[in-house]
């Protein structure tokens, strides 16, 4: 119930995010699906790949890693990720590191949303897995080619 909870928080922020940006600044619509392995144990890192998706056409395969730390231990692998961004002109935007702070606890069926910011671009991301993870940590997101 709380993994529904915070999924429609994180959703309804992306959507008043989205709107606000859309609102004649010319922004596209960019969708990510990926996959992202994590383990933690105070320092907390994670590594995957997706692939995003613009309304413009515009597509690119990423490799996606996160490094931090806090009070953090656990493994767990998001095998059906989603992730959708926000003040986005250019697929070339979404490129970069994000600033994350996270707050977990899940057990064998694991779910997780967050969302993100880059300057002006925003990102929400959902998704389902295996595994688990305990704790609070703070960490930087990296997008890359």
Not at 87 to 92: A, E, L, T, W
Not at 130 to 137: D, F, Q, R
């Amino acid at each position: 119930m709380a993994r529904k909870t915070i999924l429609a928080l994180c959703t309804a922020a992306l959507c008043f995010v989205a709107t606000a940006a859309d609102a004649g600044s010319g922004t596209t619509t960019c969708k990510m699906n990926y996959t992202l392995t994590v383990w933690s144990l105070v320092y907390k890192h994670a590594s995957g790949q997706g692939t995003i998706h613009c309304s413009n056409g515009q597509k690119m395969s990423v490799k996606l890693s996160s490094n931090g730390g806090g009070l953090t231990v656990g493994k767990y692998t998001i095998s059906d990720g989603f992730g959708e961004f926000a003040g986005v002109r250019s697929i070339d935007d979404v490129l970069g590191t994000y600033v994350a702070a996270s707050a977990d606890a899940a057990a064998v069926k694991a779910g997780t949303a967050q969302v993100m910011t880059k300057g002006e671009v925003s990102l929400a991301l959902s998704g389902t897995g295996e595994g688990i993870n305990l704790g609070v940590a703070l960490a930087g997101f990296t997008i890359s080619r």
